[in-house]
């Protein structure tokens, strides 16, 4: 089965940046449709942003949408979330997940849908 492992969170102020990544074992990860999501303290798991499997088409959540990037290296089997800009409202536990697709365009945004998580990095924003 996929594994995966985040890191790169931490305790930023408001208005700096971070770049999480997100390390995938097996030999299948070209085969996955990449998301990341957040949960904050007391709130439901949301969607961020997520990339197909070939890496040429990319979604994300209203709130994040000009300030996150998500991007993919399949050579290093390896997605990374670039988050510029950001907020004390982004202060939460970001998790990547795995969704297997049988098509490489294919993105979908529901946690339910993927069916492979890694543990998760904290991101703390100070205001």
């Known amino acids: 089965q996929v594994q995966l492992v985040e890191s790169g969170g931490g305790l930023v102020q408001a208005g700096g940046s971070l770049r999480l990544s997100c390390a995938v074992s097996?030999?299948?990860?070209?085969?996955?449709?990449m998301g990341w999501f957040r949960q904050g303290p007391g709130k439901e798991r949301e969607f961020v942003a997520a990339?197909?499997?070939?890496?040429?088409?990319?979604s994300y959540a209203d709130s994040v949408e000009g300030r996150f990037t998500i991007s993919r290296d399949n050579a290093k089997n390896t997605v990374y979330l670039q988050m510029n800009s950001l907020k004390p409202e982004d202060t939460a536990v970001y998790y990547c997940?795995?969704?297997?697709?049988?098509?490489?365009?294919?993105?979908?945004?529901?946690?339910?849908?993927?069916?492979?998580w890694g543990q998760g990095t904290q991101v703390t924003v100070s205001s």
């Open positions: 997940a795995a969704d297997w697709v049988p098509a490489g365009q294919i993105i979908r945004v529901r946690a339910s849908s993927y069916g492979a």
């Open positions: 990339i197909s499997r070939s890496g040429e088409r990319t």
């Open positions: 097996g030999r299948t990860f070209s085969s996955y449709a």
